[in-house]
């Protein structure tokens, strides 16, 4: 019997035993790749930087620049070294660190200068440009010079070049400034098509968020005003290159049939065009503008180049913390209901934080960095409230606005102290939507139909029936209640009445420009006055900075690098089998504002700002 149930039991038991071998073998494996994980994480942010022997700083940037980037630069960087590298064009690069970086390698006696190299330079907003190219002027003030080299600029690495010292341009290279312009697409057709109907709610003349839903095309009042905007921001963009180049904006961009006959004048040679037109001060071969750099800043046998430190690799000194606290708490992207996720604001996250500050005896001001086309009207109202929570508690509140604070980026601005926008700032649009499909259309005509009892109108709602008549005369009524607490909301802050408020409301668009005119905000500036105000209306002679923006966790960055690695490769794996104009509108959806992805407002109220999207 024994030998029976030896020889029955015998196989288990070795089945037993390698399940477990197994186990083990894979636990100590996540083990190991743990540890190694963390000897990498602390080898990297314990490393000294290099120091260059008097050398130039070599600004050669890659992806974009974010005021808040989704994984810290530090950790973005570890991450892409321990866990593979991802698409340059999805890098992220922290405004307000690059500007320290520029402003610290002012004063260093081992930076002797500063080189340009933006080939994998994505692009940043206008207002974020501007800010740069102000410690860019500040280092060139300093004494130091700013060399810029590429073989091909776009407008926004040319917009940084122009405060260059010297631009180089490769013989076989091009300046790209042709303007800007912006671009949404349009639904109606398509809806109809597939017999959706889309019910609108809104208040507003130029509140064109809803315009895909119910036209093919840009309405009149939405294109006079959008116009204004984008013209107020290519302006913008010509006074300032124009006047780094020491030329006048009509010399620098002379209109597209001038340029023409200027291109054709050279043969079509981009690069004698460019210096025609005193975009660029020489035209030499890569190895003729190393010569150049090597004699500026001397030759580094062991890299084999110009002696130079790249920005990320080079080493911030922390600064002291003195005096009294301001705190910098950052609302960037969409504006939805619930915690925050990657470019968006979340408004349990953005109140919390802000509670925080209110709450911290240490904390005696306190910054607001909106850079938000809007988005939830319930999110945006519970920020709002927080806010003024903190006014009431005697904590100055200064809002500075980034690239955009428009619709809810202006209804969380409200309760500030004083509110301070750049020139080129999109705020305004003043108004609420809400947007209601269903799909009984769609259904009918497959032959499927939805019916049932209901104890009241209210209570028969469903996606696959149509709207009844009571709810939809409910919701305008909220809307335009919803609209009339915004321009009240306004005209408290900013002491107007309504009917004033209402005047420059209705939607509209403003660039900085035209806000400070009408009264939306106090002040033209930048983030260097925000600062300058929160500390005068605190009273402080000695202050920092305490930027509210959480780190992410080891696990957190493991698991957004594997993700971004993903992205970076499966949609061009994708695409490659898709026909050309089919992926060009793939990537025309995915431009489209993250906010449709995020219609969450338990009341489908929406104050956003659909046209204040990228230009380009």
């Given at each position: 019997?024994?030998?029976?149930?030896?020889?029955?039991?015998?196989?288990?038991?070795?089945?037993?035993?390698l399940l477990n071998f197994i186990r083990e073998?894979?636990?100590?494996?996540?083990?190991?790749?743990?540890?190694?994980?963390?000897?990498?994480?602390?080898?990297?942010?314990?490393?000294?930087?290099?120091?260059?022997?008097?050398?130039?700083?070599?600004?050669?940037?890659?992806?974009?620049?974010?005021?808040?980037?989704?994984?810290?630069?530090?950790?973005?960087?570890?991450?892409?070294?321990?866990?593979?590298?991802?698409?340059?064009?999805?890098?992220?690069?922290?405004?307000?660190?690059?500007?320290?970086?520029?402003?610290?390698?002012?004063?260093?006696?081992?930076?002797?200068?500063?080189?340009?190299?933006?080939?994998?330079?994505?692009?940043?907003?206008?207002?974020?440009?501007?800010?740069?190219?102000?410690?860019?002027?500040?280092?060139?003030?300093?004494?130091?010079?700013?060399?810029?080299?590429?073989?091909?600029?776009?407008?926004?690495?040319?917009?940084?070049?122009?405060?260059?010292?010297?631009?180089?341009?490769?013989?076989?290279?091009?300046?790209?400034?042709?303007?800007?312009?912006?671009?949404?697409?349009?639904?109606?057709?398509?809806?109809?098509?597939?017999?959706?109907?889309?019910?609108?709610?809104r208040v507003g003349t130029y509140k064109s968020?809803?315009?895909?839903?119910?036209?093919?095309?840009?309405?009149?009042?939405?294109?006079?005003?959008?116009?204004?905007?984008?013209?107020?921001?290519?302006?913008?963009?010509?006074?300032t290159v124009a006047a780094n180049r020491q030329?006048?904006?009509?010399?620098?961009?002379?209109?597209?049939?001038?340029?023409?006959?200027?291109?054709?004048?050279?043969?079509?040679?981009?690069?004698?065009?460019?210096?025609?037109?005193?975009?660029?001060?020489?035209?030499?071969?890569?190895?003729?503008?190393?010569?150049?750099?090597?004699?500026?800043?001397?030759?580094?046998?062991?890299?084999?180049?110009?002696?130079?430190?790249?920005?990320?690799?080079?080493?911030?000194?922390?600064?002291?913390?003195?005096?009294?606290?301001?705190?910098?708490?950052?609302?960037?992207?969409?504006?939805?209901?619930?915690?925050?996720?990657?470019?968006?604001?979340?408004?349990?996250?953005?109140?919390?934080?802000?509670?925080?500050?209110?709450?911290?005896?240490?904390?005696?001001?306190?910054?607001?960095?909106?850079?938000?086309?809007?988005?939830?009207?319930?999110?945006?109202?519970?920020?709002?409230?927080?806010?003024?929570?903190?006014?009431?508690?005697?904590?100055?509140?200064?809002?500075?606005?980034?690239?955009?604070?428009?619709?809810?980026?202006?209804?969380?601005?409200?309760?500030?102290?004083?509110?301070?926008?750049?020139?080129?700032?999109?705020?305004?649009?003043?108004?609420?939507?809400?947007?209601?499909?269903?799909?009984?259309?769609?259904?009918?005509?497959?032959?499927?139909?939805?019916?049932?009892?209901?104890?009241?109108?209210?209570?028969?709602?469903?996606?696959?029936?149509?709207?009844?008549?009571?709810?939809?005369?409910?919701?305008?009524?909220?809307?335009?209640?919803?609209?009339?607490?915004?321009?009240?909301?306004?005209?408290?802050?900013?002491?107007?009445?309504?009917?004033?408020?209402?005047?420059?409301?209705?939607?509209?668009?403003?660039?900085?420009?035209?806000?400070?005119?009408?009264?939306?905000?106090?002040?033209?500036?930048?983030?260097?006055?925000?600062?300058?105000?929160?500390?005068?209306?605190?009273?402080?002679?000695?202050?920092?900075?305490?930027?509210?923006?959480?780190?992410?966790?080891?696990?957190?960055?493991?698991?957004?690098?594997?993700?971004?690695?993903?992205?970076?490769?499966?949609?061009?794996?994708?695409?490659?089998?898709?026909?050309?104009?089919?992926?060009?509108?793939?990537?025309?959806?995915?431009?489209?504002?993250?906010?449709?992805?995020?219609?969450?407002?338990?009341?489908?109220?929406?104050?956003?700002?659909?046209?204040?999207?990228?230009?380009?």
């Open positions: 019997m024994r030998t029976l149930w030896r020889i029955i039991s015998g196989p288990f038991k070795w089945c037993w035993r073998f894979i636990l100590n494996l996540f083990l190991i790749f743990i540890i190694v994980v963390c000897v990498g994480v602390y080898l990297q942010t314990h490393r000294s930087s290099p120091e260059p022997d008097k050398g130039a700083l070599l600004v050669d940037l890659a992806g974009v620049v974010v005021e808040k980037p989704s994984v810290k630069n530090k950790l973005s960087q570890i991450g892409r070294e321990l866990l593979g590298a991802s698409s340059n064009r999805l890098q992220e690069n922290a405004l307000f660190d690059l500007v320290d970086m520029l402003r610290q390698a002012k004063t260093d006696k081992n930076i002797t200068g500063l080189v340009l190299s933006l080939k994998d330079f994505v692009g940043a907003d206008q207002v974020s440009l501007q800010y740069i190219g102000k410690a860019l002027r500040e280092f060139r003030d300093s004494g130091k010079p700013i060399y810029a080299i590429g073989d091909s600029y776009n407008q926004a690495q040319y917009y940084l070049a122009s405060f260059a010292n010297k631009i180089y341009l490769t013989p076989q290279g091009a300046v790209d400034l042709h303007g800007l312009a912006t671009n949404s697409l349009y639904y109606k057709s398509l809806l109809d098509k597939l017999k959706v109907s889309t019910h609108i709610f968020a809803v315009e895909p839903f119910m036209r093919d095309d840009m309405s009149p009042d939405a294109r006079d005003a959008d116009s204004r905007w984008v013209g107020v921001l290519w302006q913008n963009y010509l006074n030329i006048t904006p009509q010399q620098l961009f002379p209109g597209a049939q001038t340029m023409l006959a200027d291109l054709r004048s050279v043969d079509g040679d981009t690069a004698q065009f460019a210096l025609k037109n005193k975009w660029v001060d020489t035209i030499a071969s890569r190895f003729s503008i190393e010569s150049d750099l090597i004699k500026a800043f001397g030759w580094n046998k062991q890299k084999k180049a110009f002696n130079a430190v790249s920005i990320y690799d080079y080493r911030m000194t922390p600064e002291p913390q003195k005096g009294g606290e301001i705190a910098v708490i950052f609302a960037n992207g969409a504006i939805i209901d619930g915690p925050e996720t990657p470019g968006s604001v979340g408004s349990d996250t953005t109140t919390g934080q802000i509670r925080d500050a209110r709450l911290d005896p240490n904390v005696k001001a306190i910054i607001l960095r909106v850079n938000s086309p809007g988005g939830s009207v319930s999110a945006s109202e519970m920020i709002r409230s927080e806010l003024e929570a903190a006014r009431k508690a005697g904590k100055p509140v200064v809002v500075s606005m980034g690239g955009m604070a428009a619709s809810g980026g202006y209804w969380i601005s409200t309760p500030a102290n004083y509110i301070i926008a750049s020139p080129s700032t999109l705020t305004g649009s003043i108004g609420i939507f809400g947007v209601v499909n269903t799909f009984e259309n769609t259904l009918a005509s497959i032959g499927v139909h939805t019916d049932g009892v209901a104890t009241s109108p209210l209570a028969d709602l469903s996606a696959t029936k149509a709207l009844p008549p009571e709810f939809s005369q409910m919701m305008q009524l909220n809307i335009e209640n919803g609209y009339k607490n915004f321009i009240t909301l306004v005209g408290k802050a900013r002491n107007k009445t309504p009917e004033e408020v209402d005047k420059i409301a209705q939607g509209h668009v403003w660039a900085g420009t035209d806000a400070k005119t009408n009264g939306l905000v106090d002040q033209l500036g930048d983030f260097d006055d925000a600062v300058a105000k929160a500390a005068e209306l605190a009273k402080l002679q000695q202050f920092h900075l305490n930027w509210y923006i959480e780190e992410p966790s080891l696990i957190d960055l493991i698991l957004s690098q594997a993700s971004v690695s993903i992205y970076a490769h499966l949609p061009a794996m994708i695409q490659a089998f898709l026909p050309v104009p089919t992926s060009q509108v793939n990537a025309l959806f995915n431009a489209q504002p993250v906010f449709f992805a995020h219609l969450t407002d338990p009341q489908n109220r929406y104050a956003y700002c659909l046209s204040c999207g990228d230009v380009q």
